[in-house]
């Protein structure tokens, strides 16, 4: 089988063996915000021709594919949800006669009834289903907006999301804060630290991210070290919020430069990390695969 | 005397009488942004000539025409500090051989030691002394930075700021919730009370944030309430934060829309506001000329 995962900026797709081993990959600049509508057949063509060619006939697609944006809109998935749920919502959508399918995202609600959405992630957290304990497990998927997953034997019981990534992206680039900050310089770990420090103190984030402005006016951050130091605020201030009490692991999924930063806020509370290396989506999919209907 | 408040993008003079009364006001669109280095004395005498031709002597400026990027930088003043303090750190600027002083803006730090700045507001909060009751009151400035300065028997005793406007600013305008919120929609009390409420609730505000895109999604919050519910879930946070344990009245100094959102967020926590009129700048500007030696 192929599997896809189909982001708003990228894609990403797999060919499977059997027994879930990748057997090539491909991986494009080509996220549905590059995709005309009506233009997905076409562009999922150009880009695994080859393997359809060589007779694979299951397209198993997760990730904003499935948006309203998309190629088709999938509806999502109300939680709990494992992967025979979702493997019972595909969507079919019309591609050269083949068995080609969307993968529903998932819904839920926080506790206070406010809705929650994810689409992608639900495919990795099927994909690292093996690495997780017997029991309840959090898993954190970071991103532009980061979704902490309650799993529990296989089901996805309850999430919800933190508005971090897009916060630190337009905090740097649009407001005042962006004038001392320096957003090419490399990670500063003690300045990230120091940032985690400040979020444990009272006053709240939107005092504490004046802060910026006036440690640098100060001589107490520089240009280079206030990138860090932002990353640390917000990530210090959403693992505070987003941690269940009495949780004392969270298992990581996704790659880059992301995975280290909440390990290290994690690990400021006392939490271990477990991370999960790359390429959890395609073991998602193929585990999703695994529950088709044979025709 | 001539007192005026030069901010970032407006100009406000007021011609005042012996007892601080205002015998005529000017107010143009020259905030220090529309200044070239070197131009301010050329503009002040544009916007001010006449009272300057009929013999007015005395000018004091207060906002950022005292900052580095204005007429030229007039040092914080370290809190507590009151009238008289900063009377004597006026800072003498040439304008034809007039007595023309800059005034300083204020400094302080907050609990945790981290720096704190205001430059104009100090003035204001000047302004409305004669209104505060004795003993120690809080003075709330609202803007894209709002203060919080307690204040006790005229002196200006420490202040914290509030990133609250500006993260409005770029939530509302460069994020993803820009696409579901109409910016032109007028006020909504109903949904700027809901985010109020969204937030006293556990979750934190990064994860609150989120909420104003699925509550959208699953039709639970139109384009025309989204920035009213943004509001409220901003000022809701901020007033949670800022205000000190056990008081129970805010003065509200300032202007516009923004007065009576603060207002509406105080309420709900249970604490009365005193809404101070308009033009405590001008008061307080009179009040430091009180101050000043004579020649």
Same mark, same amino acid.
């Given at each position: 089988m192929i599997g896809v995962d189909w982001g708003t900026s990228s894609f990403r797709a797999w060919r499977m063996d059997n027994q879930g081993g990748i057997k090539?990959?491909?991986?494009?600049?080509?996220?549905?915000?590059t995709v005309?509508?009506?233009g997905?057949?076409?562009?999922?063509?150009?880009?695994?021709?080859?393997?359809?060619?060589?007779?694979?006939?299951?397209?198993?697609i997760c990730g904003m594919a499935g948006s309203r944006q998309g190629w088709q809109e999938a509806p999502y998935l109300p939680c709990p949800a494992d992967a025979a749920a979702l493997a019972g919502a595909l969507l079919?959508?019309?591609?050269?006669?083949?068995?080609?399918?969307?993968?529903? #995202? !998932?819904?839920?609600?926080?506790?206070?009834?406010?809705?929650?959405?994810?689409? +992608? $992630?639900? %495919?990795?957290?099927?994909?690292?289903?093996?690495r997780l304990p017997p029991g309840r497990s959090l898993v954190l998927s970071p991103g532009s907006h980061s979704k902490w997953a309650l799993v529990q034997d296989g089901t996805v019981?309850?999430?919800?999301?933190q508005f971090t990534?897009?916060?630190y992206a337009v905090l740097s680039t649009h407001t005042i804060l962006a004038r001392t900050l320096d957003a090419t310089a490399p990670q500063d770990w003690a300045a990230f630290d120091d940032g985690l420090a400040r979020a444990r103190q009272p006053? #709240? !984030?939107?005092?504490?991210?004046?802060?910026?402005?006036?440690?640098?006016?100060? +001589? $107490?951050? %520089?240009?280079?070290?206030?990138?860090?130091?932002?990353?640390?605020?917000?990530?210090?201030?959403?693992?505070?919020?987003?941690?269940?009490e009495g949780m004392t692991r969270v298992f990581l999924v996704g790659d880059g430069a992301m995975m280290a930063r909440y390990a290290r806020a994690l690990a400021s509370l006392g939490v271990a990390t477990t991370e999960v290396p790359e390429e959890a989506a395609a073991a998602g999919l193929w585990r999703i695969g695994?529950?088709?209907?044979?025709?």
């Open positions: 090539d990959r491909v991986a494009a600049p080509r996220g549905i915000l005309e509508a009506g997905f057949p076409a562009v999922l063509r150009s880009l695994i021709g080859p393997w359809l060619d060589d007779g694979e006939n299951i397209i198993l079919p959508v019309e591609f050269e006669g083949r068995r080609c399918f969307l993968v529903p #995202g !998932l819904s839920a609600r926080d506790p206070q009834g406010v809705p929650e959405v994810m689409r +992608g $992630e639900e %495919t990795k957290i099927l994909g690292l289903l093996d019981l309850s999430f919800l999301t990534g897009e916060a006053g #709240g !984030l939107l005092h504490h991210l004046f802060g910026l402005r006036t440690r640098n006016l100060f +001589g $107490e951050l %520089t240009e280079a070290a206030a990138g860090s130091y932002l990353s640390g605020l917000l990530l210090g201030h959403e693992v505070a919020s987003a941690l269940p695994q529950s088709l209907p044979a025709l």
